[in-house]
């Protein structure tokens, strides 16, 4: 597959990747979840909780009352190992006191909204990139072994302050594997596009706007288009990243794209939109992987694999098992993407996360 973009024009199949083929074993590890009340964070210990018996996992977010809420969906009393923790990832001290004997370490934790970004630059700026900044230093100091931080679509080629606070977390962590010497944690970088039923998210709001009787859908732009993963696909991934490591790669999913547009016909197909323009700081595309990166990117089946530079035994071990090079100036973007759903495959993205889209759709009334 060297010098192809490795995607299959099928985009029905990139609808039901699961990517749990290589999930790793947390039976017996010690897990620190940052932003572990949020979307990500309670889709992770559902599926963690069914499928794990880890010695110990830490809920750490900043909202007291959706650290009661999740509390009372995943109990300490049923899941003994279960710790809630209140703090910021802003706060150096809190993070290092909290994480310390964990030996997973997942970053979720992060300002996400663009809108809000763009307003409040330094508060973005305080919890996307010292959070980020502050969770490596104390993963460095605690002993972890494995750090994997959830980064955007937005962090490449950004236009946008969230792309650009992404970009720098995922420089922050890359060029932690070099830092810490022999003994050092593993880091690396999930990337992925918008999560279906994550609040938030354009699909819960559009229900909404339906359900309450809206006599129309609005529309940034007919050509928008968007990745779109689901909240157990990207659970999975984040485990199977777990699994794979060497530590220095961007783990980038193969994913379906489509318009926004379509989506608004595929969850109310009666409505009539209406145009409103493009928010401040949004792309028409997103972009997953530019064109300057695809020299250091590798096509390992269901995923790419972008290699940090100076982390050639990494990229070594990756093409021993199989993983080849994309042609160079190749791009991922959601545009170009050969895997585009039409709106019975959209259905069927949205069938695969209705539960979420119900919760997402309750937390937005």
Not at 247 to 260: A, D, N
Not at 286 to 312: F, K, N
Not at 329 to 347: F, K, M, V
Request: charged letters at 20%; hydrophobic letters at 45%.
């Amino acid at each position: 597959m060297a010098g192809s973009s490795g995607a299959s024009p099928d985009a029905r199949a990139a609808v039901l990747r699961d990517f749990s083929g290589t999930a790793c074993d947390l039976d017996g590890a010690s897990i620190f979840l940052t932003g572990g009340t949020g979307s990500f964070g309670h889709r992770f210990l559902d599926i963690v909780t069914r499928r794990f018996r880890p010695r110990a996992l830490v809920v750490f977010s900043r909202d007291e009352l959706k650290q009661y809420e999740t509390a009372q969906r995943f109990s300490p009393e049923a899941f003994p190992y279960l710790k809630y923790a209140i703090g910021d990832v802003r706060d150096a001290a809190r993070v290092a006191q909290v994480m310390h004997g964990s030996d997973i370490v997942i970053h979720a934790a992060a300002m996400k909204h663009v809108p809000v970004a763009e307003a409040n630059p330094f508060e973005c700026v305080q919890t996307n990139i010292h959070g980020a900044e502050n969770v490596v230093r104390a993963a460095m100091a605690c002993g972890a072994r494995k750090v994997v931080a959830l980064s955007s679509d937005k962090a490449a080629a950004p236009v946008n302050l969230y792309g650009a606070t992404k970009l720098a977390s995922d420089k922050i962590f890359i060029a932690a594997n070099a830092q810490g010497g022999g003994t050092a944690p593993r880091f690396s970088v999930v990337r992925y596009g918008n999560v279906v039923g994550s609040r938030g998210s354009v699909a819960p709001f559009f229900q909404k706007l339906a359900a309450d009787g809206a006599r129309d859908l609005p529309i940034t732009d007919p050509r928008m288009t968007r990745f779109w993963i689901t909240l157990e696909q990207g659970v999975n991934f984040v485990l199977s990243a777990l699994s794979d490591m060497q530590g220095g790669e961007i783990f980038v999913p193969k994913l379906p794209s489509m318009r926004t547009i379509d989506l608004a016909r595929a969850i109310a197909p009666g409505l009539p939109h209406r145009i409103v323009g493009a928010r401040p700081g949004e792309k028409l595309h997103e972009v997953m992987i530019t064109p300057d990166d695809s020299r250091s990117t590798l096509d390992a089946g269901d995923r790419y694999v972008v290699v940090a530079p100076g982390r050639e035994h990494v990229r070594r071990r990756w093409e021993e098992a199989g993983a080849a090079p994309v042609r160079d100036g190749w791009s991922y973007a959601s545009d170009t993407n050969p895997e585009q759903l039409d709106i019975p495959g959209l259905q069927a993205l949205l069938g695969l996360a209705r539960p979420a889209l119900r919760t997402a759709t309750a937390k937005a009334v």
